[in-house]
């Protein structure tokens, strides 16, 4: 699943540091994890489709890999970028 321009454009305006900011680990944390999200609300309806889970845990793979180089280099933004995703407990 793909984000809309719309959702992907909100998401950038949120979690950038400046206006042409897409790239930063923030930006991208932030639309994995609405991708997450999406497709774990797919889960629900799709049980078997064992293809896209696969594609899921990358994803996953894919954002704690960002958050571990994230909380070794600025470990500020990695608790502000945790606790605004509210991925933590």
Do not use: C, W
Not at 16 to 43: C, M, N
Not at 50 to 57: A, D, I, N, T, W
């Amino acid at each position: 699943m793909r984000l809309s321009k719309q959702k992907k454009k909100m998401i950038v305006g949120e979690y950038s540091k400046h206006e042409k900011d897409t790239g930063s680990p923030e930006v991208q944390i932030a639309i994995i994890t609405e991708r997450v999200k999406y497709l774990t609300g797919h889960f629900n309806m799709h049980v078997k489709d064992h293809h896209s889970r696969k594609g899921l845990m990358g994803l996953i793979e894919k954002r704690k890999k960002l958050l571990k180089y994230l909380r070794l280099n600025d470990p500020r933004r990695y608790k502000a970028t945790i606790e605004k995703l509210g991925l933590r407990k």
